[in-house]
């Protein structure tokens, strides 16, 4: 356990729901907990009997927490209660810390409005997805299959595998030779806001020389796909209990979101041109349930203007730019920063602009 979780700080944080026996919270109808929920929600009991003391005095949670995969070996850091005031406020304070307190971390004996348990992943969550591999980007070979004599079928790679896949192909890399930058709204079930109304998604889709598929490449939330069940819109079955793409994703990618911090996604998509993703992207246009686009726009156009332009460049490219800056900001580092810094780069350009509303 200590060799897959190193002493150190920086990993990712994670806040964890400690129920007591007769919590109804995420409770279903069964009296069992609801998995893989955002609130982390977990019985006390279950908790803490998963905790395991290393040998440097630190306290790791052994188990897979609230059924998500990804979320197993977890330093905990502190224990914070929210109590009832009898005067003013609810009060919240830590019952226990991992850098002071010296008894073993428990559970409050008297009642508490809730209890939560802060714990953190592994130094290197902080680099990638996993210990062996940095870089939070990852690509879905979903074409692999498409016309290529290899026989591998779809395969998903993140971070520094996705140059050695990109490569594993017996045909000569791929070359990206134009690219296309395009955003649209969300398609909501319900109504839409005002703020909704002027929240555009932006992405870069690029055309390869093969002409067998594109590859829609976009900056989003990290673990935004593996935290909802694999379900992407640039994908037919994204609606089913199991699409392919979280198939083929591996457990410990398996998380939940994480709101402020990024990662680049690259999908592979069976439209071989631009003439038929726009179709693509026609079918599911639409207000209501079933849609996933309203007001697409195709705002730019071009050749790949890099001497360097295959496959394997490309995915080192948005290592480097991710390797940089990690952060996610809704108004500054977001899907349309990305989306024009990275065809301005790829198509030669100065002066990129996303589509904004009018």
Known sequence: AALRHPAGGGGLVWHAQLLEPNSTIEVGADGSIKPRRALLPVRASD??????????????????????????????????????????????????????????????????LSVRATLRSAPWSAEGYSQEVRGNVWWFFAQRDAGVKSGLGPIFAHGEDI??????????????????????RYARAKKETAKDRLTYHSAVLIEWNHSRFTTVVELATLNGVGGR?????????KMEAQPALYRHMPPHMIVPFKGEFAEIRCSDVPSTSLDEFKQYIAKYTGSGSGFRFIDPHFTHSGPVRLSHRSQP?????????????????????????????FFAFTAGKKGIEVHQPR
């Open 47 to 112: 908790f803490f009997a998963s905790l395991v003391r290393l040998a440097d005095g630190r306290w790791l949670f052994s188990g897979v927490l609230n059924g998500w995969p990804g979320l197993t070996l977890l330093e905990l850091r502190s224990i914070t209660v929210l109590s009832k005031s009898l005067m003013g406020p609810d009060k919240i304070h830590r019952v226990w810390k991992a850098e002071s307190s010296t008894e073993p971390p428990s559970m409050p004996d008297t009642p508490q």
């Open 163 to 184: 140059i050695e896949q990109s490569a594993a192909s017996p045909e000569p890399p791929a070359q990206a030779v134009r690219v296309h930058l395009f955003s649209h």
């Open 229 to 237: 069940n694999g379900k992407s819109n640039w994908y037919h079955d």
């Open 313 to 341: 460049d490309i995915a080192r490219y948005l290592l480097n730019y991710m390797g940089r800056d990690r952060r996610y900001t809704e108004k500054v580092r977001n899907c349309q920063a990305f989306a024009a810094d």
